[in-house]
């Protein structure tokens, strides 16, 4: 016979009341919780004490939800100082928060709706790969309920919606195993950011345009060809190139972005 029992874990200060927690030590704390209740409860089920709280079996611990139907958590982003260069802006936080987001997780294209995230985009568009390539892990580990549940997760802004987190944006965070050997393509620079070795190529036999990247391994004296195709892509003349790398792909393998260890004119 199935029994439940609630437990509630209340938040709250010691001298004085309390209307948020800080995002990263409050879900650690959330997380330390969850073991400990974990391993505690398999010791009641089982009369055994384990170490892994991932061992609980004949029986669950799950979130409750505050409104039929979801599961909600209220989040808030507090600046305590001026963002270095984008606006103090709800509609620019929001904008750079869904671009970001979104080509993290598959939308490589994913076009801004304010002015300084289009004109980042514009200036410095690889520096969404790199922040997306940066988020591969976190998001991995976001989108666990998704894959092992039947749920999806919305992102929300005050009374409108941003982004939705489903089973196909899941298959572009998880990627499949890194191919050692490396492989050429033939193709062109779009974008180039000289400070990080990030940029953006059309490559021809996929037939778009891809997020690029110099290895830890790169040939240095090849750095000259990947500006001289830029160039030549911002002048209509000569800027094919031969790429040598390794393509990381999705786990449906789509190509998400190239490795390039070597580069010469094709």
Known sequence: MEREFGIKLRFK???HDIDRLDLYDGSDSFH?????????????????????????????????????????????AKFA?????????????YDFTKVALARATGDLDASAQTSFVQKKLSADE?????????????????????????????????RA????????TSAWVNTRDENPTPQEFRGNMTRFNTQTGNGRAYIKSIRRIVPVRKSDGFVDGSKSWLTWSLHGSH????????????????????????????????
């Open 13 to 15: 200060g010691e001298q």
């Open 32 to 76: 330390g919780f969850a073991r400990a209740l974990s391993i505690v409860v398999h010791a009641y089920l089982n009369d055994e004490v384990t170490g892994r709280a991932t061992a609980l079996k004949g029986g669950s611990l799950s979130f409750g939800a505050p409104r039929r139907g979801s599961v909600l958590f209220d989040l808030v």
């Open 81 to 93: 100082r001026s963002p270095k260069s984008a606006p103090v802006s709800a509609d620019t936080f």
């Open 126 to 158: 690889p520096f969404f790969d790199e922040l997306g390539e940066a988020l591969e892990g976190s998001l991995q580990h976001a989108h666990r309920s998704i894959d092992n549940e039947d749920v999806v997760v919305s992102l929300e802004r005050p």
């Open 161 to 168: 919606p941003l982004l939705l987190f489903d089973k196909s």
């Open 235 to 266: 002048l209509s003349t000569d800027k094919d190139l031969v790429f040598s790398g390794r393509k990381i792909v999705s786990a449906t393998g789509e190509t998400k972005r190239i490795l390039i260890d070597n580069c010469w004119k094709a």
